[in-house]
Each structure stands twice: as C-alpha cells, then as structure tokens.
C-alpha cells in the first residue's frame, strides 16, 4: 500500500496547483490557462485541449511525485522516525520551488515561443511568478501527502 501514497500525493498536488494557476486572481496575479496549453500543444487547437492538457498534467505530477518521494527516501535521516513531517513539507515546498523556477524557464524559452497556438505565445511575468507559486504549492501539498499518509495508512 506504501507504494500508491506518491501517487495520491501527486494528484492532490496538481489539485492544488492547478487551484493556485486557475484562481492567481487572489494573489494579483493573472489567471493561468495551462492546462489548456498543454492540451493545444497535442491537438493543436485550443477549444479541444482541456482533456488531453489535464491527463498530460495529472500524469506528470504523479511522476513528479514518485521522484520527489525517491529524493526523500535518500535523503540522511536521524533516528528511526524518519524525516518528521514538518521538515518533509519544507524540503518538498524547496523542491517545487526549484521545479517551478526550471519549469518557468522551459516556458520561456521553449513553449512561448514556439507554441503552435498563437494565443499561447505571450507570457508574461505575472504568468511565470504563478507558475512558480503554483509549483511551490504542488510540492508543499505533495511533502505534506508524503509525511501524512503513510501513518494513516
């Protein structure tokens, strides 16, 4: 069973980073359409992107997470209980950090550029700085899943 929990801890991730991408409003921050633009990079066509963007998303998140969790599991640890939950969530919320700022980059300079639907093209800096903080809460969420669950389980 201890294998499904990077699983649930990545689709609850991308829950709430996609909550965090879609509601940016509440941060000034311009509301994000990436699902969407993962989806039109597949069908090429923004108004059929929705579902191939999520499944693309959802599923990289549970990869994400299996390798956040393998980070985890060689990271030294002192005792037998472990990380502690508390720093498991702030090493995780450094991780999205860092995915965000990596994956922020990839947007920059790869996807809005290059993207085949037009209205995809233009990033601003308030896109990159929710992506980032989007990322930063997929991680949080995912340490949090991580050190939770297995004591419930």
């Not at 829950?15 to 941060?27: E, K």
């Not at 720093?87 to 700022?101: A, D, I, K, Q, W």
């Not at 997929?138 to 050190?147: Q, R």
Request: net charge positive; glycine share 12%; hydrophobic share 55%.
């Amino acid at each position: 069973m201890e294998w499904l929990v990077p699983g649930i801890a990545g689709i609850l991730g991308v829950l709430v980073m996609t909550l965090l991408l879609r509601r940016a409003r509440f941060l000034r921050l311009p509301e994000t359409q990436m699902i969407r633009a993962i989806g039109a990079m597949i069908t090429k066509d923004a108004s059929r992107a929705l579902w191939p963007g999520f499944l693309v998303h959802l599923s990289a998140g549970i990869v994400f997470a299996y390798i956040y969790a393998l980070f985890l599991s060689t990271a030294p640890t002192q005792g037998e209980g472990g990380m502690g939950l508390f720093l498991m969530v702030v090493v995780c919320t450094l991780m999205g950090f860092v995915h965000g700022l990596i994956v922020t980059l990839f947007l920059v300079i790869s996807v809005a550029q290059y993207h085949p639907v037009e209205s995809f093209r233009k990033l601003e800096p308030g896109d990159m700085a929710a992506h980032v903080i989007g990322h930063i809460g997929y991680g949080a969420t995912v340490g949090f899943v991580l050190g939770w669950l297995p004591g419930v389980l």
